[in-house]
Every structure is written in C-alpha cells, then in structure tokens.
C-alpha cells in the first residue's frame, strides 16, 4: 500500500507507468473499490493541508422542523445538532486541519438566535487552523445577509469564517498553505452556478493565483450533472467538465 485509509499524508503522487487502485475500507469491513488511475493521473492531494487531516460535511440542515412527525419532532430536530457537535469532535480526534461545510449548514434563513449560537458554538470547538462554512440554497447569503448571518458572525470564533463572498479566501493567517474558491448561494433556486466570478477570472487572465505548494480548493452547493438530482435545473447546476476546467486540485460539493 502507498496510502492507508486514515494515515496523515505528505506527498501528492503522480503515475508515470502502471496503474493504481483507490479503495475505502466499508463499514462491514471490506475494502470498496472507489477509482482505478491510470498513468498521467495521481492521487494524495487531498491530505496535503499543512500536513494534516482535512474533513467537509454539507446539508446539515439545522433548525429543520419535521412537522410531519409530530412524535419524533423533537428528538430528530436535536439529532441533527448532535451530528454536527459529533462531527467536529471527530475532526479533533483526526488532527483536521480544516473544516469545510459546503453548504445548508442551516435550513432556513429564520431561525431563533438560541439555534444559531449553538451551531456556531460547536464550530467553536474545531481544534484546528479554520472552520470555512458557505452559505448554500437554503440558508443563502443576501441582501446584506441579514439576520441568519449576523448573529452566526457574532457567535463564531475568529477562525471559523463564512464564505459570504464571491472572491478567493487564503488560509495562510490561519497557518494553512490553502486557498479556498467559493461559490456562495444568493437565492433558493438558480439556474446558473454560482461560480461565474471563477469563469470572470480566468477570462481576464488572472486564472487562479497560489503561492508554491498551495492547496487550491473549490467550495460549491448545487447539483452536479449525472451525480444529483434536478431534473427542473433550478438548484444551481454543475458540470464537471466545467469544474475540471477551473484547474483547481480538489472541489468540495454540497446539494
């Protein structure tokens, strides 16, 4: 094996003859063959921040309330809040160095104060450099973002950072070699991607500008053709030839 599932990765690997497997150990144990690369192509980029781990989440939801159970409406509303304050107590116990939450981290844009300060507090406890949230269609950042996002910015840590805006955010402050390309959402629907300020940038020739040894990564919300559903094309659809040509090293996509 080159790379283990779980290890703290070093060095991003490039296939020059030969081929190589990608798998994923599977909850019962069997390993689940997720890609076969060929010459040409590589792999281990993804581990590459500062050193460390890396984790992303999306569509969380929080502050759904389940009025179709009224039994269960409780319980599963506090469910939700309860992945998320686990999932970043795993991301501790891995050494992330970054948290992405690619979008949806709410589920609407009307929310008491009190549930906002609770995701933002578990945010909070992200032992690493930055936790990076973008806004996604359903807790959409516009109009001054109004009050969703002002109480969030008021609760939140100085490293956990919302990708508000349409525009490169660098991770060096946060002592993280990686430089974030956001997609933020300005409304529930859309029929175009929110990433048309990328396509801007390339077109004026200033393309997408890291320093050596940066991680470039890609932030989105919407659908990706042939992946998830939209059969109306109204959630911000993707392509990902279109991705691909952004030239970026990863994305990180939330529907």
């Not at 999306?58 to 939700?80: I, K, N």
């Not at 998320?84 to 709410?106: M, P, S």
């Not at 032992?127 to 969703?148: C, E, I, K, R």
Request: glycine letters at 14%; charged letters at 20%.
């Amino acid at each position: 094996d080159v790379i283990r599932q779980g290890e703290v990765g070093d060095y991003y690997y490039l296939i020059r003859a030969g081929s190589a497997q990608v798998a994923r150990t599977a909850r019962d144990g069997k390993p689940a063959l997720l890609a076969r690369l060929e010459p040409g192509q590589g792999f281990g980029e993804e581990a590459l921040i500062s050193g460390a781990r890396r984790n992303a989440t999306a569509d969380l939801h929080l502050g759904m309330r389940f009025g179709g159970y009224p039994q269960l409406q409780e319980s599963l509303a506090e469910a939700r809040f309860a992945a998320l304050e686990k999932l970043v107590a795993r991301a501790n116990e891995r050494d992330c160095a970054l948290l992405i939450v690619a979008g949806d981290l709410f589920h609407g844009l009307s929310l008491p104060k009190r549930e906002i300060q609770r995701a933002a507090a578990a945010l909070n406890e992200f032992h690493g450099g930055a936790v990076a949230v973008l806004p996604g269609n359903h807790d959409y950042y516009a109009g001054g973002a109004g009050s969703l996002w002002k109480s969030f910015r008021e609760s939140a840590d100085g490293h956990v950072l919302l990708l508000g805006e349409p525009r490169a955010c660098e991770l060096a402050p946060y002592g993280l070699a990686v430089s974030l390309y956001p997609g933020p959402c300005t409304a529930k629907h859309s029929r175009t991607h929110a990433l048309g300020w990328l396509a801007g940038a390339q077109a004026a020739e200033d393309g997408v500008k890291r320093g050596p040894g940066t991680l470039a990564i890609g932030v989105a919300h919407g659908s990706l053709e042939g992946v998830s559903p939209d059969a109306q094309g109204e959630y911000y659809p993707m392509r990902r030839e279109e991705l691909e040509s952004f030239g970026l090293d990863l994305w990180v996509l939330g529907h």
